[in-house]
């Protein structure tokens, strides 16, 4: 599969095996292509519309054997992806079907066939002599039946902006979805919110955690909330928050940024030059003090924990970590560790020092290239 699928759906194709109809003769074998560059033909993204009414995206993947193909779609209304694995028949045609990460067990064993177990929908398409993909989409439940039309589609430009949504999984955890018109960038999107990734967790443990808590119980994953901070010139910066309840009902919070570059989907984590490392260490470290006596004349500790907060620096071997986007400013943690510090105090520090810089104080310590530099811009 495409690299730049989440590693849940991987985990699917990983089980699931499809079987591929077999021709009626020898001869209509011989008039179509083999079943291997049928796949290789159809693979690719496009757009159209089902219905003639809703409108939509799908690329397709082509796999390494048997005319598999895996891939995805989502409507322009909603841009929420729905993962498809499917194949190439002998015949030419190309069979599509719903794959949901929460009921595999439904779907697994499907092979174009028959109708796939509901709740899911499949496409039944045809290359045409334009190019084009051409027939039907048949939704499970009702066994509705709509024309379905694709063209190829190739994204122009970039995207200053990602569209944001949200998917719910086990009827308890959310994700924030991040879509752009270019489908290699947005699958790299979709993969680093992944929810099971995100929890930590596989999905047959997030289930059982989500059934613990339907039925009432309040330990386990509790779930990470997600905030948008920055979500311009091709940049986009999430702030998330997990929690976890331990059986003696101590809460756990882990709290941590994700910055992403629009325009290839990659993180951005490493942006300082290395020539201007040093010069960037000792601002953080003048930041790092001033906020440390700030925080300590707002709040009176003990002498231990004075004496641990006034021994923390930040140098090369205590770098700041986790950047951050605002509006208005670009943010690093610096993780304070000393030797007797208390659980309650860690919690209250867990992020108490961030060093705040704004666009223009970080500019000259960025990476010629860095995308970070599009903060400048007017």
């Given amino acids: ?45 496009y757009e159209g519309s089902i219905g003639g009414k809703y409108l939509f995206r799908l690329t ?21 992806p729905i993962w498809l694995k499917g194949y190439v028949t002998p015949t030419g045609d190309l069979w599509l079907g719903e794959v949901h990460p929460e009921r595999p067990a439904l ?13 899911f929908a499949y496409f039944r398409l045809r290359r045409t002599a334009a190019g084009t993909l051409a027939g039907t989409w048949r939704a499970a439940k009702s066994e509705r039946q709509l024309p379905a039309q694709l063209t190829s589609y190739r994204s122009t430009g970039f ?68 905030q948008v901070t920055y979500n311009d010139r091709g940049l986009l910066s999430v702030w998330l928050r997990s929690e976890r309840i331990t059986g003696g009902g101590q809460l756990f919070a882990q709290m941590w940024s994700v910055v992403l570059d629009l325009r290839t989907g990659e993180q951005l984590t ?9 010069a960037f260490l000792a601002i953080c470290e003048r930041k790092l003090q001033r906020a440390i006596s700030r925080y300590l004349h707002e709040n009176p500790q003990d002498s231990t924990d004075v004496a641990g907060l006034r ?11 986790d950047l951050h986007v605002t509006p208005d400013s670009v943010t690093f943690h610096h993780v304070v560790d000393y030797e007797g510090m208390t659980h309650f105090v860690r919690r209250d520090m867990e992020y108490e020092f961030r060093l705040a810089f704004s666009f223009a104080e970080l500019a000259p310590f960025l990476k010629p290239e860095s995308p970070l530099r599009r903060l400048l811009k007017r």
Avoid at 66 to 78: E, F
Avoid at 107 to 113: A, I, L, N, V
Avoid at 311 to 321: E, L, M, Y
């Fill in 1 to 45: 599969m495409n690299n730049y699928c989440n590693m849940a759906f991987l985990a699917l194709m990983l089980v699931a095996k499809t079987a591929v109809t077999q021709p009626s003769s020898g001869a209509e074998l011989v008039a179509k292509p083999p079943v291997r560059a049928a796949a290789t033909l159809v693979a690719g993204d």
């Fill in 60 to 80: 397709i993947h082509e796999q390494a054997a048997n005319a598999q193909v895996t891939g995805c779609y989502y409507y322009l209304s909603q841009q929420k």
């Fill in 107 to 119: 779907t697994k064993h499907w092979d174009g066939s028959r109708q796939p177990r509901q709740p």
């Fill in 159 to 226: 995207a200053d902006k990602a569209h944001v949504a949200e998917q719910t999984y086990f009827g308890e955890y959310t994700k924030p979805v991040f879509t752009v018109p270019d489908f290699r960038v947005s699958e790299k999107l979709w993969a680093a919110f992944d929810v099971a990734e995100i929890a930590g967790m596989t999905w047959a443990e997030l289930q059982e955690e989500a059934k613990a808590r339907r039925e009432g119980e309040t330990r386990g994953y509790q779930g990470t909330e997600a």
């Fill in 270 to 278: 490493d942006e300082i030059d290395p020539t201007k490392q040093a």
């Fill in 311 to 321: 021994s923390q620096h930040v140098d090369a071997q205590h770098p700041p970590t």
